[in-house]
């Protein structure tokens, strides 16, 4: 099965977790910043240690890292267009592109103009791969970040800039003790402007922070949910077990809101024990609307490939199930349906046609 040649869509994929390597070391070595390891190699070696910590608090700390060479228009573009580079080259053709504007202000640029910054590199690698006869579309996703107060004006930066590339709101960061609900200003103002989000929640927490980004954050996608498995309940009938849908997965399920799953980077928060116990192969065999996704491919050092390789293994999975996630997050995508629509029947379907018939 090659899957490196599958057309794939990436909905949750951070631009601050998928840095180069030696990008880092150049871009510190321009600012002055006294990096945790000496070349790109060790520095690739010390992301993956500390990301393998099994705390999600842990695992943020790396972005510190990251965020300080993102700070300028310069370091902010170079990161944004190779990240489109880098997408395209593991057979992406369509990445939504997440990242916290409030956290990129430390030297003097505005909201709008980091984010002016992050356009024009996801643009200029748009134009690299086309030049080279290649496809990728791409769309930003801003973050406001939960343990902040900056919700509100987050979303209104995304409005602003809903013409220039931004297609949708997320908010991220600690989970517990951070609900939804305390952005509840900013997720109504966004349904006003009839703006669609996602929310990262069921990560690090459970399913009342699912429960919450449904009721106060009207999200149309979970980031992550991989913790709506503690609201699948198991019985007995007849002799035989059967799944019974608590009220919140029920929700999901019926209304196929869409889980960003993350299988890795699940493993490496302690969201799942390993691949094979990971909830992503019950939740498909469910009918969830699962999506397979990356979250930092730095951090946890993966690709799109990657996650769809150790799927096959854990779950033995086949080009169908892998075509079915695939479509799954693009008609999951914060695009218009016409685009949507395009991109599975002209580039995805026919994808998968050509390289299952091939293998």
């Known amino acids: 099965m090659n899957i490196n040649k599958l057309p794939k869509i990436s909905l949750h994929d951070h631009l601050d977790g998928g840095l180069r390597p030696q990008t880092i070391v150049e871009l510190a070595e321009e600012i002055g910043l006294e990096l945790p390891a000496n070349n790109a190699r060790e520095l690739e070696q010390w992301f993956s240690e500390s990301a393998n910590s099994g705390s999600l608090v842990e695992y943020l700390k790396t972005f510190d890292i ?4 993102m700070q300028t228009k310069h370091g902010l573009t170079r990161v944004a267009r190779e990240f489109v580079e880098d997408l395209h080259a593991d057979g992406v053709v369509y990445g939504e592109i997440r990242w916290a504007p409030e956290q990129h202000l430390s030297q003097g640029l505005s909201l ?3 984010v002016e910054a992050v356009q024009d590199g996801l643009e200029q690698g748009i134009e690299a791969v086309e030049a080279a006869g290649g496809y990728i ?4 996703l801003v973050t406001a970040m939960r343990h902040n107060n900056r ?3 987050i979303a209104e930066l995304a409005v602003r800039h809903r013409d ?3 297609v949708g709101f997320d908010i991220a ?15 109504d103002y966004l349904a006003e402007q009839m703006f669609p989000t996602t929310v990262h929640a069921g990560e690090a927490d459970g399913v009342e922070s699912i429960r919450d980004a449904i009721i106060a954050g009207r999200t149309l996608r979970l980031g992550h949910g991989v913790r709506i498995y503690q609201d ?5 009938e007849d002799g035989r077990d059967f799944v019974q849908l608590g009220e919140t997965a029920e929700w999901v399920h019926f209304r196929q809101i869409a889980l960003e799953l993350c299988p890795t980077s699940n493993i490496q928060t302690g969201a799942a024990a390993s691949y094979a116990e990971h909830p992503i192969g019950a939740l498909a065999k469910l009918r969830f609307r699962v999506t397979l996704n990356t979250d930092n491919r730095l951090m946890s050092q993966t690709s799109l490939s990657f996650e769809m390789e150790e799927a096959v293994k854990a779950f033995n999975w086949s080009f169908t199930e892998l075509q079915r996630v ?6 999951s995508a914060f695009i218009p349906y016409p685009e949507r629509l395009a991109i599975i029947d002209q580039i995805i379907k026919p994808g998968y046609a050509k390289v299952s018939t091939a293998s």
């Open 164 to 166: 220039n590339g931004l």
């Open 173 to 187: 960061g600690a989970e517990a003790g951070f609900p939804a609900s305390n952005h509840k200003e900013a997720f």
């Open 326 to 331: 695939t479509i799954n997050a693009m008609k």
């Open 151 to 153: 919700g509100l004006e």
């Open 66 to 69: 990251t965020t300080a060479v």
């Open 232 to 236: 699948l309940l198991m019985r007995e």
């Open 112 to 114: 709008d103009e980091v």
């Open 137 to 140: 579309r791409t769309g930003q």
